[in-house]
């Protein structure tokens, strides 16, 4: 087990090297030129000139990128004499065009995505596995195709439409709330969270479909393996063939899929919060793609990947906790 | 002897898409405590159709069940989903054809063996604990202590099949359904299995349900042999009676299809032409007549129109067939180079 931890944190330290690397290369080749879309207007070629040396793009590409990783990890300092300024460590780049420091920008916008993706996750979860389970027990019968019949339904529109659609349900048609502005913790806490019930309703419609459909299948595999038949001829009750045996191994994979897909959220949720307004990674990221800010764009890829990779060697290593066939080899 | 297990007159069916499967029809057979009954067939013949039905671990809603099943005389066909929970694992225990895939893989087989006990004695924990060891020390498997805590994936095959025997005798059945338990094992393991299940069955007296397309498994272990095709029982006797003197075309298909090492080469192995029939819409007649090389020895057709019943020909051996005595006698003689006379 500990030789196999090692060689997946390995892995994932290679793995996390190649995707900055990746990442600095694709925006350096890029054709806009971010010293130029730091003075807008008033830009001369003097001007131009100078930002690219106080923002380091004057330099080759391995000073740059070791810049970069220098940043992450002691923190830098851009400019020089009394123009410069300090970027403490973490360091993931300047925003010019917010004049903010890309490691605080992140730092205020990703609990927003995660309060989001986690809600919404928890809530998918229960939903459709729950369901998923239902039919799979009830397989064929009025449960298993309606509940089924629904879920096609839910996962063939694609986010922002049913987005638009409980929010004129429950916003306009019903009246239930009224839009919800987001408001940060500190000022108002039901403020805040009534703010994330409709887009944690939103993402979980749509992720609890495919999960019932998927746990439907998982099960209904699992219900047909040999062991299955083997706890049935030991005498045990249906309920602990279920519960003890089928569930055990049917819902494995759903844990699988479920690391990842919160890990996928994690790195904004980019039409959810643009449909209800919430001030997360996903809504800032959008607003860097419109604005051409360079060095935010870099930095909102390399945390989405980085959750990405941290939650496959989550995963892994549940995996082998749970099964024990993973431990060896 | 009174018999432990008794079937009369089985019936399983079950729907689908295409019709009403008859997979079973009509089956009846007795095991007595301490015996060995074989049920050879093919594929589809029917004979883990029948084991399942004893177990009750058809699908309920989609099979039906009629005729009688009897174990120690409480009827199982009728009883309740409750009542057939406490004999299973208790009275009747079942050994699976592959023992990989019919242990749970995330679950040591002690724990395994624990659940089986627990299920049906009030056992402690750490109770089970020592009798699943000494289940494990039994069926011969070393380092039994160590061995409870590891996974089925870490056991090699012969000892995955053992951890199944260990976790069958949890709770002392009188009644074991071994569905093809060697199939899935190399051969020198096999004949280690089999040797286990009969030292076993000296010792505790267990009646066993054989299922097997093995003759050579039969011939081994088996007290009472019952050969079934396309749902029927189509002959029926001691293993005796089966191997030295069959009396059924089919018998006779299955033997001659069996290498033999008593006799000179020039006997060939012979397989038995074509496919068994659906089990959809039978064909009127004798179910084994289209794959039947004799059929046209029976005067008038009659096996295409008429059924033959199951018939005693000599105490305890019955078959399904139109054939005459004289023209049995003289195929089997031909076909399996058997003694005219009884010499064997």
């Not at chain 1, 944190?9 to 054709?31: E, H, T």
């Not at chain 1, 249906?238 to 699988?256: K, Y």
């Not at chain 1, 800010?293 to 082998?320: E, M, Q, R, S």
């Not at chain 2, 191997?243 to 299809?257: A, D, E, H, I, K």
Request: with cysteine; net charge neutral.
């Amino acid at each position: 087990m500990g030789s196999y931890v090692i060689r997946r944190v390995g892995a994932m330290i290679l793995m996390l090297v190649a995707q900055s690397i990746a990442v600095f290369l694709l925006f350096a080749v890029l054709p806009s030129n971010p010293a130029a879309l730091t003075c807008g207007k008033t830009c001369t070629p003097q001007v131009i000139k100078a930002n690219e040396v106080r923002l380091g793009y004057d330099k080759p590409l391995y000073v740059q990128y070791g810049l970069f990783v220098k940043g992450i990890f002691v923190g830098r300092e851009y400019g020089s004499g009394t123009a410069a300024f300090e970027c403490p460590a973490p360091c993931l780049g300047y925003s010019f065009n917010r004049s903010e420091n890309v490691t605080d920008l992140i730092k205020s916008r990703l609990p927003v995505t995660a309060v989001e993706a986690v809600g919404a996750c928890i809530l998918w979860l229960t939903g459709g596995t729950l369901v998923g389970i239902l039919a799979a027990l009830k397989r064929g019968r009025w449960p298993d195709r309606l509940s089924m019949g629904t879920a096609l339904i839910g996962y063939s529109f694609p986010t922002f439409f049913i987005g638009l659609v409980i929010q004129y349900l429950v916003i306009f048609k019903l009246r239930i709330m009224a839009y919800p502005s987001y408001t940060p913790f500190a000022d108002d806490p039901v403020a805040w969270a009534k703010a994330f019930i409709l887009p944690c309703i939103t993402l979980a419609v749509v992720y609890a479909a495919f999960y019932a459909r998927l746990t439907r299948n998982q099960m209904l595999d699992t219900l047909g393996e040999d062991y299955i038949r083997t706890a049935r001829a030991k005498g045990l009750s249906e309920r602990a063939v279920i519960g003890r045996h089928a569930l055990r191994a049917g819902l494995t994979p759903i844990m699988t899929a479920a690391g990842l897909d919160l890990a996928g959220l994690l790195g904004g949720v980019v039409i959810t919060e643009q449909v209800f307004g919430l001030p997360g990674l996903g809504n800032l990221a959008l607003n860097s793609v419109l604005a051409s800010d360079l060095p935010v764009i870099t930095a909102v890829v390399l945390v989405a990947g980085a959750f990405i990779i941290l939650a496959n060697l989550v995963v892994d290593l549940l995996y082998a906790v749970i099964d024990p066939r993973v431990r060896v080899g | 002897m009174s018999a432990f297990l008794e079937i009369e007159d089985l019936k399983v069916s079950f729907t689908t898409e295409d019709g009403v499967v008859q997979a079973v029809d009509g089956v009846s057979l007795l095991v007595a405590q301490g015996r060995t009954l074989a049920i050879v067939g093919e594929s589809g013949s029917g004979k883990s159709v029948t084991s399942a039905a004893i177990m009750g671990l058809h699908n309920r809603r989609r099979t039906t069940v009629t005729g009688s099943i009897r174990l120690d005389g409480e009827e199982i066909v009728t009883a309740s989903d409750g009542r057939l929970r406490e004999l299973r694992g208790k009275r009747m225990a079942m050994i699976f054809q592959d023992p990989l895939s019919s242990l749970h893989p995330f679950y040591s087989v002690g724990k395994q063996l624990v659940e089986a006990a627990r299920v049906h004695q009030n056992l402690s924990r750490s109770d089970a604990r020592s009798l699943a060891v000494e289940m494990l020390n039994k069926v011969g498997i070393p380092h039994a202590e160590q061995r409870a805590d590891e996974y089925p994936h870490q056991l090699s095959g012969g000892m995955r099949q053992r951890v199944m025997i260990a976790m069958a005798l949890m709770n002392d059945p009188e009644l074991i359904i071994a569905d093809e338990p060697t199939t899935a094992l190399d051969v020198t393991v096999q004949a280690q299995i089999l040797d286990l299940l009969a030292t076993l069955q000296d010792e505790l007296g267990t009646a066993i349900v054989l299922i097997t397309h093995d003759l050579g498994v039969v011939a081994n272990t088996a007290d009472d042999v019952v050969v079934m095709y396309a749902g029927r029982v189509v002959e029926r006797g001691s293993v005796r009676d089966i191997f030295y003197r069959p009396q059924m075309p089919y018998t006779w298909g299955l033997l001659s299809s069996l290498p033999r090492m008593d006799n000179d080469r020039s006997i060939r192995m012979v397989p038995i032409p074509g496919q068994p029939p659906s089990l959809i819409n039978l064909p009127t007649g004798c179910v084994f007549r289209p794959r039947c090389e004799y059929h046209q020895f029976v005067p008038d057709g009659r096996c295409d129109t008429e059924r033959p019943a199951l018939e005693d020909v000599a105490e305890g051996h019955a078959i399904r067939c139109h054939l005459t005595q004289a023209d049995r006698a003289r195929f089997a003689a031909e076909r399996l180079f058997l003694p005219t006379k009884e010499g064997a």
